[in-house]
């Protein structure tokens, strides 16, 4: 099987991102984003997507943490489309209901081309503690950033849920394994009636 791997990097005046990305890998990976919750949550789906990444973000967090979320999963989307190549053979859809104690949150995936984002994911609100803290408002910007770049139809919805780090953690690790499922390659057929995908 050819090696589904990319590495992509994206400079602007507001981030500087370095990565590389194997999707057929163990979960290793090494994640720096300068936001350690956000590490926390990027690694999380790396290492139960069974993806290799190592990524590097340096961005303008003296100003807030959006770009750098958000430009964050441009660049990974961007990755996992040149790493999929034609997506001949894969599984292409996959959905899970992912547990973390009181939380749940459903996820479903398709590999569509189409880029759409379903996110119904209303955490309490108040910011997830750290050094500097994090606002989980801005993981609805890192999907939205993954789902444009990468051309997939992601729907996030959060059953129940009363902390907010494990309804965040429920929702990386839902989606985690949604991509473990649907990008693993069954077959050589291309698993759509137009030809392409």
């Not at 473990?180 to 030809?195: E, F, H, Q």
């Amino acid at each position: 099987m050819t090696a589904r791997t990319a590495t992509v990097q994206r400079n602007t005046k507001e981030t500087r991102i370095d990565l590389t990305l194997d999707l057929d890998g163990s979960g290793q990976n090494d994640i720096s984003t300068g936001l350690p919750f956000f590490d926390h949550m990027v690694a999380q789906l790396a290492k139960h997507a069974r993806f290799d990444l190592q990524l590097r973000t340096v961005g303008d967090l003296e100003i807030d943490a959006h770009h750098t979320v958000e430009d964050t999963g441009i660049a990974l989307g961007e990755a996992m489309r040149q790493a999929w190549g034609d997506k001949a053979g894969v599984r292409r859809f996959a959905s899970y209901v992912v547990p973390l104690d009181e939380a749940a949150v459903e996820v479903v995936l398709d590999l569509s081309g189409r880029p759409f984002l379903h996110y119904d994911i209303e955490p309490p609100g108040e910011k997830i503690l750290g050094d500097p803290p994090f606002d989980p408002q801005l993981c609805e910007e890192f999907w939205r950033g993954l789902v444009m770049s990468a051309g997939i139809t992601l729907h996030l919805v959060m059953l129940r849920g009363r902390n907010t780090h494990h309804i965040i953690e429920a929702s990386f690790k839902g989606a985690a394994r949604a991509f473990y499922d649907a990008i693993r390659v069954a077959d050589d057929v291309l698993p759509s009636t137009k030809g392409v995908l």
